[in-house]
């Protein structure tokens, strides 16, 4: 029988500690959305004496953060989508194929984790403003897709490595063609590592905030970070709105990730495994 020492103490007073460092911030986000300006400026981090939910209502009217809302969601939906189909179809390929342009595709996608993005961010804008995709959400759709598309293979690749390749066989043996063997035997299977890359791209295209002010800054299909930041002026700021609209945006994606977080670490550790 393992006995309660100094040292387990210590190592719990420690776990307390990172515990209240990650809610801190959550606390204030949600004490400073429910305060008028008058309690931020006085009593910031104190409970609200009384709560308003007056941030909430004027935020989702003066931002319009129900078309912000379905801009967001678009975007990230068709961009998971286009992510999940594409991503696994190329990973099934690099994983069973080994040959040296299979290997060779492979390290050109790891590359493609490597090198920042920001890279490509001028040549990219000029291309999709000659396409006169400025303004409209496919310019965000395909640059999600194919910025994210690397790491979706990484993830897919490692996972596809690690299952036994006999079920895709015998489909292949039984007269089915390798789109049939992937799409009934294979791709079923890797419902764990989907959710990871499911979430894991999901919550970066929904956070982002510099692309969507780059390419839709100005339009009718603003997403939901940039409409907030409406709220932050050159001199005055109104932060309870701010805190509201971070509220507002983060429900979504905190109900998705709540669903989905059975996934996360199962799927990314068999990625990382493969």
Not at 1 to 13: A, C, G, H, K, S
Not at 215 to 230: K, Q
């Amino acid at each position: 029988m393992n006995r309660y020492r100094p040292r387990t103490l210590v190592l719990e007073l420690l776990m307390v500690a990172v515990g209240v460092a990650f809610l801190f911030p959550v606390y204030a986000l949600i004490v400073l959305s429910l305060k008028d300006a008058g309690q931020i400026a006085s009593t910031p981090l104190a409970l609200p004496a009384p709560p308003t939910v007056d941030n909430y209502t004027e935020a989702w009217s003066a931002a319009s953060l129900g078309s912000a809302l379905l801009s967001s969601t678009l975007v990230t939906v068709v961009s998971l989508v286009l992510l999940i189909a594409i991503g696994s179809c190329g990973a099934y390929f690099l994983a069973r194929r080994a040959t040296r342009l299979g290997y060779g595709l492979y390290i050109l996608f790891l590359l493609g984790i490597v090198l920042p993005f920001q890279l490509g961010m001028i040549p990219l804008y000029n291309l999709f403003s000659k396409a006169e995709l400025i303004g409209t959400p496919q310019a965000l759709i395909l640059f999600y897709t194919g910025i994210q598309l690397p790491f979706t293979i990484f993830l897919y690749t490692g996972f596809i490595r690690a299952l036994p390749a006999d079920y895709a066989t015998a489909a292949l043996v039984d007269g089915a063609s390798h789109f049939q063997a992937y799409t009934r035997i294979v791709f079923p299977l890797l419902r764990p590592i989907t959710g990871t890359v499911l979430i894991l791209n999901a919550v970066f295209i929904w956070n982002d905030f510099f692309t969507p002010l780059l390419y839709l800054g100005g339009s009718d299909h603003e997403t939901i970070p940039v409409r907030i930041f409406a709220f932050v002026g050159q001199y005055v700021s109104d932060y309870g709105l701010v805190f509201a609209g971070l509220v507002l945006g983060a429900i979504p994606i905190l109900l998705v990730f709540l669903l989905l977080q059975r996934y996360v670490i199962k799927g990314f550790a068999s990625g990382l495994k493969g």
